[in-house]
């Protein structure tokens, strides 16, 4: 099965020798022009299109190809046509970004592990273009079903906030929905492989390929934020210190203006501190989510996710601010006590690095695969090729530590599929003149939920004095 494997492989070789060479040159002119100016989306469709040839080389579809009437085994037709992915596709395309790399100083060693994850995932993400090319006859077919599927991912994309409930993601748990979607599809498109080529029922093969990609988009647009968070607290293993949070009504401020969707949805924001105390020293907090639930004493209820607009820390103390979008008739009655129950998600930062670097206009490494430099007027730049570490960062200048983010993702892969997923974060410096900056990065050490149940709290108790109300 091998042996004939190998003679496909190079017989694919031999006759797509010039797509091929077409293909290294866009690899060439992505490691040129170091990913900008599209070459990282052109490198893309040159990897799609060869793609397709090297399937259409041997269609499925069909009764009349030549290849079903000669001693060709599917096992091996299919593994010849992965190898050519690995082999002519996968390995160009992770020599361009070493070379990348190694131009841009990076540390590859390690860097090295980001890659070749990376490589990994950029081979699972080529299955579904493979099962797609699996179910076409040529490459015209192809084209325009690949073009349906682009026209209706923008659909989804720009059509279904507007006509659904739905909630944009927050950076710190989006990569749960996406390996979520994005490992589902793969396997779906690998068992659409499978069954292809050993079965050749192309008819089915389509229709299980349109379910298999309408359910990947409806998991991905429809999944509730919830499930990131709790997916998160269940993959944190270090142990959670024994908190405790309470209603803080010493912080009474006026409520937060309207948007034009607050009006429109006729929904009225009243701002709720919270206070957690019993936090363990050394560690930084970071408030994710809160969701919140209010019930009167005649059975009035709401239920709802509230957004989160202030933190602020003190030794062994957190307090958050949240914002409640109730509706206008609820509002009415904030001056009645009711049962204030929800959950807080909570991630604790810790395990400090630092590293000391010169100050200077050129990129210097720093740690966690960041490269850092100054730029004009005091603000200091530094920038990661896998994406922004899922670290707190801040540098340090002189008396002076300023942060870069909190925005940070909890993933805990080193890496994704994006051909170019180079991020870069600013802050400002101050004018010590110093010679020397330190970065300092803390880890996530723990994700977890705090419930609370608080009976007899009026919504007019956070409000402060003076505050508009909104015409009943």
Known sequence: MMKQALHIFRKDLRCLRVELGLFLALAALFTVTGALYGAGVILAVGAIY????????????????????RPYRWQSLLIAKLLFMAVCIDMPIGAARFILLAREEYPLAASLPALL?????????????????????GTMEF????????????????????????QLWPVSVEWFRDALAFSLLTALAAALLFWQYRERRTGLSRIFGVASVGGSAVLYLLLPISAGFVAQTWLSRADVPPLQVAPDLTK???????????VADRLVRVPVDLTITGMPAGVETAADAVSVKLEWPDGRKWRGSAGLSGLESAPRRVSVRASIAIPNDLFQRIREPARMRGSLYLTL??????????VSSYPVNALDGLQCNTEPFNTYFCRAFFGWPSRLVYAKYGEVQSEFTRLVSYSPFPSGPDLDATAARY?????????V????????????RRDF????????????????LPPR
């Open 50 to 69: 060869l793609t397709s040839r090297l399937i259409h080389a041997e269609p499925i579809p069909g009764t009349g190809q030549f290849w079903i009437t």
């Open 117 to 137: 994850w990376s490589q990994l995932l950029l081979f699972a993400a080529a299955l579904p273009v493979v099962a797609l090319a699996a179910v076409t006859s």
């Open 143 to 166: 084209s325009l079903a690949a073009l349906g599927v682009a026209v209706a991912y923008l659909m989804a994309l720009f059509v279904t906030p507007y006509t659904v409930r739905f």
């Open 252 to 262: 009474r401020t006026g409520m937060r203006p309207q948007t034009n969707q607050d």
């Open 349 to 358: 930062f810790g395990d400090a690095r630092s590293r000391t670097i010169p």
């Open 427 to 435: 802050t400002t410096l101050g004018s010590t003149g110093a010679a």
């Open 437 to 448: 900056v330190t970065i300092i990065t803390k880890k996530p050490l723990a994700h977890f």
């Open 453 to 468: 149940d608080f009976a007899g709290v009026s919504l007019a108790d956070f409000i402060g004095p003076g505050a508009a």
